[in-house]
């Protein structure tokens, strides 16, 4: 069973940055696809990003040039680069993976708050 454990999250100024981490119980290349979800209050969890075992990518036009999904091979880590963050980006921030084609993992969630 793939865990999940995110890290990075906090308060930054509208303006500001912040990168996020997921560590990675498994062998990140062996994922069928990973990516990065969000929760804000009162609202759904919706897509941020996500990357496919062959390194294609995709963004919620939302975060679309302002965020960027990567990967760690040799740390197991998969990560986001938020640039450009705005109060709308508050939200608790999950990891997910997709693997063996038919499993699926999250991980605990970090906190993200965005202040104008």
């Known amino acids: 069973q793939v865990q999940l454990l995110e890290s990075g999250g906090g308060l930054v100024q509208a303006g500001g940055s912040l990168r996020l981490s997921c560590a990675v119980s498994?062998?990140?290349?062996?994922?069928?696809?990973m990516g990065w979800y969000r929760q804000a209050p009162g609202k759904q969890r919706e897509l941020v990003a996500i990357?496919?075992?062959?390194?294609?990518?995709n963004y919620a036009d939302s975060v679309k040039a302002r965020f960027t999904i990567s990967r760690d091979g040799a740390k197991n880590t998969l990560y986001l680069q938020m640039n450009s963050l705005k109060p709308e980006d508050t939200a608790v921030y999950y990891c997910n993976a997709r693997y063996d084609l038919i499993h699926e993992a999250w991980g605990q969630g970090t906190l993200v708050t965005v202040s104008s």
């Open positions: 990357i496919t075992s062959g390194g294609s990518t």
């Open positions: 498994g062998s990140i290349f062996s994922m069928n696809q």
